[in-house]
């Protein structure tokens, strides 16, 4: 890639571009909260409002709420160019709901840069839809190129069923984010590489990792200091490993910008933000801020783009049913109960289901059909759960799923034999939005494997 097109690429990127960081905003959207490596630097901790480091939210996003999110606050702050996805776990150990997010904000302003984080493990296989995406900037985090300093850091990985631990975990976790940020830069998708510097185990090593990295392509370098205090609850923490001192931080940056190509090639100005972080760096904003009437226009605007996602998702499905001469069209519908207890979400878990909103769902949309009703109460004898289990399926038994927030493997199984799919991913959604995720996954099922 030449230089005036990085140029262009990282013109109001604040973590990309030193010069940018003090005009331009960004947002990170903590939806994607699973991890499927243990780094002994991290503890993913919610609700630390007074905490400013990796990993630290005061809580998790739906794509919908994220989607909401950021239109209030594009609203409400100047010159937000960049949204990013930064745990609290890892951007790709969540793959359907990253993705899911970045598609709805692609949806609402094109202009929004997209970009995520992620540890490697899962890159390789994600890279296509990346690209697909339009999503320009991927930060790696890679602390060791040598599996036998990398046992040191990681205590286990989850990669394909199994979990691995030690020399085995490092080793399979460096093959991965090699192959990942080769396939990344073989698209012309700018790479950070972010390495933790943590004194008496990678200190020394570091300058080998930025060499390694400079032979794939890689744009960027960051070393970030270990934070390591004892509140942080961390293994390397409880171990007593302590953080890198200034002198330690400036004497290796300047040793891997050596080896960079300048120090243009190595970030200097990491503020190791929040994964819920608002603003520009190290001057974040409050999004308490947000006024009542941003909020209700947000709302307004939120619907809009949700509606047109369900359209073109609509007609994906129509494409692929009839690029594979499949029997399923836009019209194909199914029904979708969701249970209701407040009367405006999926509020409520499978044996206390009461209420059931009844959805046509198709290609066209989500309507409401009509409302069902249990006519018992808690005090009765029926609701044991093979008879609330009976009663249930009779009622719903013209729906293909339903939605609640918590069901019972037993319950499930029973329901699947019946012809009824439970889905407990589309918790706490509002009815029509609940509805329309449940049945349109059902319709994609049917697509592929008709």
């Not at 202009?111 to 890279?127: K, Q, R």
């Not at 729906?399 to 029973?414: E, F, L």
């Amino acid at each position: 890639m030449d230089r005036e097109t990085v140029k262009s690429k990282i013109e109001k990127h604040p973590c990309y571009n030193k010069e940018a960081h003090h005009k331009f905003a960004r947002i990170h959207l903590p939806v994607a909260p699973a991890c499927n490596i243990q780094c002994n630097y991290c503890n993913r901790k919610y609700d630390c409002s007074n905490e400013s480091r990796p990993g630290v939210t005061s809580g998790t996003l739906s794509p919908e709420q994220a989607l909401e999110k950021v239109i209030m606050v594009k609203h409400s702050i100047e010159n937000l160019s960049v949204v990013g996805i930064a745990g609290p776990g890892d951007a790709l150990a969540n793959p359907e709901a990253t993705f899911e997010t970045l598609r709805l904000l692609k949806e609402y302003d094109k202009e929004l840069i997209p970009c995520i984080s992620t540890n490697g493990l899962s890159l390789p296989d994600h890279v296509d839809e990346i690209k697909e995406l339009g999503i320009g900037h991927v930060t790696v985090t890679m602390n060791a190129i040598d599996p036998e300093i990398g046992q040191k850091i990681y205590s286990w990985i989850h990669f394909e069923g199994r979990t691995y631990h030690g020399k085995d975990a490092a080793a399979i976790l460096l093959e991965r984010q090699l192959e990942g940020i080769k396939k990344l830069v073989e698209r012309d998708i700018l790479v950070k590489v972010n390495t933790v510097l943590i004194p008496g185990i990678n200190d020394s090593h570091i300058p080998a990792v930025s060499a390694k990295i400079k032979e794939l392509g890689v744009f960027i370098h960051n070393i970030i200091p270990l934070m390591s205090k004892p509140e942080y609850g961390t293994k390397f923490a409880n171990d007593g490993v302590p953080e890198p001192t200034p002198e330690m931080i400036g004497r290796i940056r300047f040793q891997c910008a050596e080896v960079m190509g300048g120090l243009e090639n190595v970030m200097q100005h990491c503020r190791q933000c929040r994964a819920d972080a608002i603003g520009k760096l190290g001057q974040d904003w409050d999004f308490n801020n947000v006024t009542e009437n941003v909020k209700e226009n947000s709302m307004a605007l939120k619907s809009q783009v949700l509606s047109s996602r369900r359209s073109i998702r609509a007609l994906d499905i129509h494409k692929k049913s009839a690029d594979g001469k499949m029997t399923v069209s836009r019209n194909k519908m199914v029904l979708v109960a969701v249970a209701s207890d407040n009367h405006r979400m999926a509020d409520v878990s499978f044996k206390n289901a009461r209420n059931f909103y009844v959805y046509e769902v198709s290609g066209w949309g989500a309507h409401l059909r009509e409302i069902r009703t249990l006519d018992y109460d808690n005090s009765q004898a029926c609701i044991k759960l093979s008879g609330h289990l009976k009663n249930v399926a009779e009622l719903i038994k013209d729906c293909s799923v339903m939605v609640c927030t918590v069901a019972g493997k037993n319950a499930a199984d029973d329901m699947k034999l019946k012809g009824i799919i439970m889905d407990t991913r589309q918790a706490y959604k509002g009815l029509e939005e609940a509805a329309w995720e449940a049945g349109i996954k059902r319709l994609e099922s049917s697509v592929k494997t008709a």
